[in-house]
């Protein structure tokens, strides 16, 4: 069983920072690779971006040369750093734990509680 914590979220005006953190506590060995997901209210749970073991990561069309995941193993921790935020970034953030095969995700079973990012304009 695993624990996800994500926490830095908040309240930001478009154009600004954030940098989000998610820290796993419990098994992990059977994972290889962690992701970050969005839910906007009526909106489906999409995947971010996510990164795998040896470095492999991906992101969303909608956020890429503005987000960055990167993680820490040994504070069983990965982050998102976010620049350059806009209204439509507006959502709440989970992560997730999972497997990449074959250059697709897999999620586990485990998520967090989710933290809120609002921009505004």
């Known amino acids: 069983q695993v624990s996800l914590a994500e926490s830095g979220g908040g309240l930001v005006l478009a154009g600004g920072s954030l940098t989000l953190s998610c820290t796993a506590t419990g098994n992990t060995a059977n994972y290889n690779a962690r992701a970050w997901y969005r839910q906007a209210p009526g909106k489906s749970r999409d995947v971010v971006a996510l990164v795998a073991s040896g470095g492999y990561s991906q992101y969303a069309d909608s956020v890429k040369d503005r987000f960055s995941i990167f993680r820490d193993n040994a504070k069983n921790t990965v982050y998102l750093q976010m620049r350059n935020l806009l209204p439509e970034d507006m959502a709440f953030y989970y992560c997730?734990?999972?497997?990449?095969?074959?250059?697709?995700?897999?999620?586990?079973?485990?998520w967090g509680q989710g933290t809120l990012v609002a921009v505004f304009s």
């Open positions: 997730n734990i999972g497997n990449v095969r074959s250059g697709d995700y897999y999620p586990g079973d485990s």
